[in-house]
């Protein structure tokens, strides 16, 4: 017999959604296989061949009866959290007795109307939602792997009481958790469930019973169909993923009695109605037109354009230091030349300066002076040839160390230059007599004819 078309990957699929999860909408077919439904997955026998028809297989009625058709096959649409009861559900909660918490209390009223209304609208599939027992029991016991005799490790153990899912589901919107915002004096089991990301997820699953006809309600031949996780960020898991165009999943029971059942998951969510999509089309459009105007109001209209062909150089700099030198009461005096072709500087730039008078300390066998003193300047570069091998000459710095005694007359201890460096970096100008001034600086580059970056160090 050839083997059935059936789909082999129950891995999940990851989904990105802006709408409210509220809207989500899936329809679950389920159908047992039969041996009079079972050819139409096999393919066409070859004329002539002498097969058995497998239709000549179909059970024929008797006088107990059948299963009816639709305890057979159910197709049912199901909403986010929306909550169906198993048959196992409605013969527990028909007894007041087993009612233990509000929940039960609530399953219990919701049964009774159901009872008085006609019934259930499902038979086999069912749901458990995000506050039912069966979502804790089962993300406590998830396994890391698909062995069947597998043990948890010691950190397994650990974390199966982390709970990535919001403890307090129902009062996140009042205002109580919004003010505790920091908490003081945090508990152990506060630490311990929340020492990891602590993602809000919500959880449901689609379960089905697959008992046998006339044995409903036993929780050994329940099966998880499908798992929908969704985060506060939008973010919905489903596995196995949508059936699509795909072939149906399939689940063998076990026991005596071995049955074979397929079943497929769609996405029937209803779209937005064209009015809806322009509608909110507006709104982002509007929003995105306030937040532009915010941050043109940040940025102002008195930004200065570089002028079309020409390199901006802004250079911070820092005196620094001097050290190894004779004399006290030492102060630098400095200047910037700028090469003579195709340089300029603004006309109230400064491309000089004079520190502070500083007095030295000892600093080993030397004396140091700390002048910590800063400068800034900016230059402009026209570029006329923009070939390789006309590079621009490069502006340089002329430093001149100076010394104050107590006759207000000033000596000159040491002096040197040095050309601004293309990166930026701190330089030692080193000065004669093995005397030096230390020197740094930060450079910004802006070119009209490519985007402007910054060098620092």
Known sequence: MA?????????????????????????????????GNFHHYQPAAQSGSDLIDLATFRPQPTASGHRPDEDEEEEIVIGWQEKLFSQFEVDVYQNEAACQSPLDCQYRQEILKLENSGGRKNRRIFTYTDSDRYTNLEEHCQKMTTAASEVPSFLVERMANVRRRRQDRRGTEGGILKSRIITWEPSEEFVKNSHVINTPLQTMYIMADLGPYGKLGYKKYEHVLCTVKVDSNGVIT???????????????????????????????????????????????????????????????????????????????????SAQGYEYDNLYVHFFVELPTTNWS???????????????????????????????????????????????????????????????????????????????????????????????????????ASRAPFTMCW
């Open 3 to 35: 083997e059935a078309s059936w789909s082999t990957d129950t891995g999940e699929a990851v989904y990105r959604s802006l709408d409210p999860v509220r809207n989500l909408r899936l329809r679950v077919h389920l159908q047992r296989i039969t041996s």
């Open 238 to 320: 489903v596995k196995p993923d949508f059936t699509g165009l795909r072939a149906p999943y399939r689940i063998e029971t076990e026991g005596e009695k071995q049955e074979l059942w397929k079943y497929t998951i769609d996405n029937v969510s209803s779209l937005a109605q064209p009015e809806e999509e322009e509608r909110e089309q507006r709104v982002f459009k509007d929003l995105y037109g306030r937040h532009k105007e915010y941050l043109s109001s940040l940025v102002g209209t008195d930004f200065e354009m570089t002028v079309p062909g020409t390199l901006r150089l802004f250079v911070n700099g820092e005196v620094v």
């Open 345 to 447: 500087s603004p006309a109230f730039q400064k491309l000089s300066g004079i520190t502070q008078t500083c007095a030295t300390k000892s600093l080993g066998m030397d004396k140091v002076a700390y002048f910590c003193y800063p400068f800034t300047f900016e230059a402009f570069f026209l570029h006329k040839d923009e070939s390789a091998d006309a590079l621009p000459e490069w502006p340089v710095l002329y430093c001149e160390v100076l010394s104050l005694d107590f006759w207000q007359r000033y000596r000159v201890e040491g002096y040197g230059a040095v050309v601004l460096p293309a990166t930026p970096e701190p330089l030692w100008n080193q000065a004669p007599f093995g005397k030096g001034c230390r020197v740094c600086w930060t450079v910004w580059k802006d070119s």
